[in-house]
């Protein structure tokens, strides 16, 4: 099994992919301990630094709790492996994540879900409602793009990406959710406050109450203010517990 005879990269790698490694491995084992995980399907991506256009992705059918640093792949965005490896890399599950960092050079971290409460938000006529305060950070920069089927057609790149244009958060009509950031922090962040928001809003339409929406005043004030608790400080603070919190509950991600 790959997983049993991946050799560690510490020290043979840069210190700066290695860091990578570390925090994409980080991202997809704190993926599965939420529940957010869809067994071997969805991807987290991210780039790293260089002329080349090179990222890392997980070998296609290993669990998310079983990911590593070195069990990572290193592809092109062809979602070819640039390096020998016995792993095996779904180059169709890469057409979402290969679109979104071709054309945005700051999304250089891109996590993609399909959770039950993303799918069923993905699936309401109005989308994300403006219920809940966790709502307001993602309705601040949010982006939808309708089902196509599934994602493998290189033509479908080009809409993804207009229906994108310079949000951070996607949702993918029928399908999940999508967020992208400059680090893998702030990526794993935005994707915790939009699927909280989802859960929220499919709790709070339970039984078909009558809803009280936040003002749109509110709304429309929230880029500012979300920038001071969310913004490039907001993964960089959060980031260090949540490892903590691995480091307690599923360590051996750092190898």
Not at 59 to 80: C, H, N, R, W
Not at 203 to 209: D, E, I, R, S
Not at 211 to 223: A, E, G, S
């Given at each position: ?7 560690s990269?510490k ?8 860091q990578?490694?570390?925090?994409l ?10 529940g ?6 969805t ?5 790293i630094p ?35 490896s016995a792993a095996?890399v ?29 799918v ?10 403006p219920?809940?305060?966790q ?15 599934i ?11 207009a ?8 949702i993918?009509?029928n ?27 499919v ?7 009558p ?13 500012s ?6 913004g490039?400080?907001?993964g ?20």
């Open positions: 099994m790959y997983l049993e005879t991946t050799p990269l020290g043979r790698v840069s210190e700066e992919e290695w990578l490694r570390v925090d491995a980080a991202a997809y084992r704190l993926i599965a301990h939420y957010w995980d869809d067994t071997i399907f991807h987290l991506s991210v780039r260089g002329p080349e256009s090179h990222f890392l992705i997980n070998p296609f059918g290993m669990f998310f709790e079983e990911i590593t640093a070195s069990s990572l792949v290193k592809i092109d965005l062809q979602g070819e492996k640039v390096d020998e095996i779904n180059p169709a599950g890469f057409t979402i994540h290969s679109a979104i960092h071709e054309a945005r050079q700051d999304a250089h971290c891109v996590i993609h879900t399909h959770t039950t409460a993303g069923a938000v993905s699936a309401h006529a109005e989308g994300l409602l219920i809940s305060q709502s307001l950070f993602p309705l601040s920069s949010i982006a939808y793009h309708d089902y196509e089927g994602a493998v057609r290189e033509d479908e790149k080009a809409r993804l990406v229906d994108l244009g310079s949000a951070n958060y996607m993918l009509r399908h999940g959710l999508l967020t992208c950031a400059s680090t893998v922090a702030d990526t794993f962040l935005a994707m915790f406050i939009l699927q909280r928001a989802c859960e929220i809003q709790t709070a339409l339970a039984g078909n109450p809803l009280t929406p936040v003002p749109q005043n509110i709304v429309d004030k929230i880029v203010e979300g920038d001071m608790v969310t490039n400080q907001g960089l603070l959060a980031w260090p517990g949540l490892l903590r919190k691995l480091d307690r509950n599923n360590p051996g991600y750092a190898e």
